[in-house]
Each structure stands twice: as structure tokens, then as C-alpha cells.
């Protein structure tokens, strides 16, 4: 399995303010996740993000409002632009198993950025 | 209807006692089927696969009946530490060969002493 990271693991935010969440894998993987879980929700994919072209935005979910990059494959970002207290929730970075082969397989998470906006 | 659903309980069992949840989906189509346990305050980690025949790992068993559309899980011998949230996720495919990983809300479970 792979081992992931994120920075920061929480911040207090101000409205109208962006912040940018990293998402280190020990290993490189073609296909990278981004998911919302708001307080007592589900997990929510916000983007597919792949190395070398424009992530994959879910329905509900825009670039402006979310920007992600992904310079190399063990890498990523996921920038929460124009804060409000909606935006409140935990992200999670997440891999596939399997190498990241590009079938849906097992996911494996980072440990989460809790992030509140005031 | 939601794509996958699932009891959010709370389920409050004593030690020892065996416990089963169940998980519905309604795309017919899904393709695979997993259980994964959420601690709170922590990310999801994959428990385990749910195979055509069931599969046993330990205390956990997992069962997916395709025709009618649901995946459970049972605890035996439940511990403390087996008191979390339980998600279970489908894979199910859509239209243009697209795959996409649908989460339940989950189901929390609560073991005593």
C-alpha cells in the first residue's frame, strides 16, 4: 500500500482567503483523488487529478474554486480558493492500488486536512 | 433513491456480540464491492473486498448478493476496537465506460464493556 502525506493536517481560515492543500506518495502513481467529507456526509469526490493534463472536475466542482495541480506523480495540490464557512470540511488526498493502473481499485488515503473557515 | 445506502445506526453492542450491516445499491451495473472502516477523526482505511463467493477475513465476513443488490458485513466476537464508522463503496459503471467509486454514508458501531 501506499504511504501518503498532507499539509497541512488543519487550519483556521478566514473568509475570502485561499489555501492550498499538499498531497505527497511514496511511490508514482498515475491517478490521484481529491475528496470533500463535509461533518456527517459521505466522502465527496471533488477531481481526478492526472500527471501531465487538466484534472477531472465532478459535477458540482470548478477549477476556479478548486484548482489542482500535478507537476510529477508522486505529487499534487488542491488549492480551496474564496473561502466561506461552506468550504468547512476534511480533505483527503487518495491513490489506487494496483500501481494506479487506472482501474478502480483499492484506495488508499492520505490522513486528511481538517480545514475551518470562520 | 441514493446510489448506495446504508443505515447510519448508531449500532450499540456489547462485547462479544455478532453484528451485520448491510449496504444497498441501485446501479445493477456495479462492478466491485468494498468495505472500508473510518476511525473518527481519521481517514478511511480499506477492511476489505467483497468477492462474488464472500469472503472471510478473521472475525469480518463479507457477502454481496447481486440479486438483490446489497453487500453486507458481519462481526463475530466484536471488540472494543472494532467501534468505528463502516463505509461501503461501489464501483459501478456508467455510460461511456466510466467508472466511478460511489461512498455510503456509513454505519457507525459502537461496542461496549
Known amino acids: 500500500s501506499a504511504v501518503i502525506s498532507q499539509k497541512p493536517s488543519r487550519d483556521i481560515c478566514q473568509r475570502g482567503t485561499s489555501l492550498t492543500i499538499q498531497c505527497q506518495v511514496d511511490?508514482?502513481?498515475?491517478?490521484m483523488f481529491w475528496y470533500r467529507q463535509q461533518p456527517g456526509q459521505s466522502l465527496t469526490l471533488i477531481a481526478t487529478?492526472?500527471?501531465?493534463?487538466?484534472?477531472?472536475?465532478e459535477s458540482g466542482f470548478v477549477i476556479d474554486k478548486f484548482p489542482i495541480s500535478r507537476p510529477n506523480l508522486t505529487f499534487s495540490t488542491l488549492t480551496v480558493s474564496n473561502m466561506s464557512p461552506e468550504d468547512s470540511s476534511i480533505y483527503l488526498c487518495s491513490v489506487e492500488g494496483g500501481g494506479g493502473s487506472g482501474t478502480y481499485n483499492e484506495q488508499f488515503f492520505g490522513p486528511g486536512t481538517r480545514l475551518t473557515v470562520l | 433513491r441514493k446510489e448506495v445506502e446504508q443505515d447510519p445506526g448508531p449500532f450499540n453492542v456489547p462485547e462479544g456480540a455478532t453484528v451485520a450491516f448491510n449496504c444497498t445499491y441501485s446501479?445493477?451495473?456495479?462492478?466491485?464491492f468494498f468495505w472500508y472502516r473510518q476511525d473518527c477523526r481519521k481517514e478511511p482505511k480499506l477492511l476489505m473486498s467483497?468477492?462474488?463467493?464472500?469472503n472471510e477475513d478473521g472475525r469480518f465476513t463479507a457477502q454481496l448478493n447481486r440479486a438483490s443488490q446489497y453487500i453486507s458485513l458481519l462481526i463475530r466476537d466484536s471488540k472494543l476496537s472494532d467501534s468505528a464508522t463502516y463505509l461501503c463503496v461501489v464501483i459501478s459503471l456508467y455510460a461511456g465506460n466510466n467508472r466511478k467509486l460511489i461512498w455510503g454514508l456509513g454505519t457507525s458501531l459502537a461496542v461496549n464493556p
Open positions: 487529478a492526472n500527471q501531465g493534463s487538466e484534472a477531472t472536475y
Open positions: 467483497v468477492y462474488s463467493s464472500g
Open positions: 511511490s508514482q502513481v498515475t491517478m
Open positions: 446501479n445493477s451495473a456495479s462492478q466491485s
